[in-house]
């Protein structure tokens, strides 16, 4: 080859790569460009799916319903737990809830959006919808927890109105209980306690909500997982979420919703995630036969999964207008 033919080959080479890498660079800044609008447009118009710990049929059915019509996550999750919080024949959530040593209902709850806002309260008496109150401290307040008596009081200043928590049946079974005390957690099968649901709404957006009564006849200003951000309840919207039931102070122990998520960030499924969650708890509590703990878990594409210690544990799952009460699989298999 002569070398003018080879140094004008060379240049068209050149001006080849020039015009082929601008090409892809804004290929690549295309796709970097709207990367973020893919992704919403991936996540419109996904089927709605509301979970939530054990049997509380007619507490999902409500969440589904109002996801199904259009509602928010969050709001739907609300509208879902207030089923049970106003169930007084629930002695673990809300009105007619478990007193504690000394005969008072106190009650927790926490909820966290998509944005990764949240609220809750703690140790509160005398107001039923709790999970909504959470929601008041995240949305009206530059907090993100009060508790007992400013928590109440800040509910009156909301709208909320005083209301007896301490129901016959439960004064009842608490007076029956100071008989013969003894300081000693259930495995709850059908005693259930905490319910938390997590919500997938149209826009694929995910919420949760988790509210109890707290430990049937615990010390007085005893607080569990249920309240705490992270423990009881977490999620990020990127990702999924989750939420705990069962013996608090050992979900404390190991964040365990939390845990969850961010099992699920590394790439488990939320039920391998759930199984991992309750691994780190058994492998460092050889006491586990004692107490049970339960997680329930939702990610991003919409997959469930759940994980419980001891046989016994449901939840209910909607979808496509069916709610469905699930068996979780479970750990102590002996």
């Not at 890498?21 to 991936?42: D, H, P, Q, V, Y």
């Not at 109440?152 to 209301?163: C, I, L, M, S, V």
């Not at 607080?223 to 990702?239: A, K, R």
Request: aromatic letters at 6%.
């Amino acid at each position: 080859m002569k070398r003018r033919d080879f140094i004008k080959n060379a240049s068209l080479t050149g001006v080849g790569l020039t015009v082929g890498g601008s090409i892809l660079n804004c290929a690549e800044n295309l796709s970097e460009k709207t990367k973020n609008e893919t992704t919403m447009a991936l996540n419109k118009n996904k089927t709605p799916i509301a979970i939530c710990t054990w049997g509380f049929v007619a507490a999902n059915a409500k969440a589904g319903e109002q996801l199904f019509k259009g509602s928010k996550a969050l709001d739907s999750a609300i509208a879902g737990v207030a089923i049970e919080e106003e169930n007084i024949k629930n002695t673990t959530v809300g009105k007619g809830g478990a007193p504690d040593r000394e005969g008072n209902v106190t009650l927790d709850a926490c909820v966290m959006d998509s944005n990764g806002d949240c609220g809750s309260v703690l140790c509160v008496e005398n107001i039923t919808n709790v999970a909504e109150l959470a929601k008041r401290v995240m949305t009206e307040t530059p907090h993100v927890i009060l508790a007992g008596l400013g928590a109440e009081e800040f509910a009156y200043r909301q709208g909320f109105e005083k209301d007896n928590l301490l129901t016959e049946d439960s004064k009842k079974a608490w007076e029956d209980w100071l008989k013969s005390p003894e300081y000693k957690p259930l495995i709850n099968i059908e005693n259930h306690d905490t319910i938390g649901m997590l919500c997938l709404d149209k826009d694929g957006d995910i919420a949760g909500a988790c509210t109890t009564s707290g430990l049937s006849y615990k010390m007085k200003g005893r607080v569990g997982d249920s309240p705490i951000i992270g423990s009881g309840l977490f999620i990020d919207n990127e990702i999924g979420g989750a939420v705990a039931t069962g013996m608090g102070e050992e979900v404390l122990k190991t964040v365990g919703s939390f845990l969850i998520v961010e099992l699920m960030r590394n790439g488990m499924s939320p039920q391998g995630a759930c199984e991992e969650a309750v691994r780190r708890i058994t492998s460092k509590n050889d006491r586990y036969k004692d107490f049970q703990i339960a997680y329930i878990a939702i990610n991003k594409s919409g997959e469930v999964g759940s994980y419980c210690i001891h046989k016994g544990f449901t939840y209910m799952k909607y979808q496509n207008g069916e709610n469905n009460n699930i068996h979780s699989d479970y750990f102590d298999k002996a």
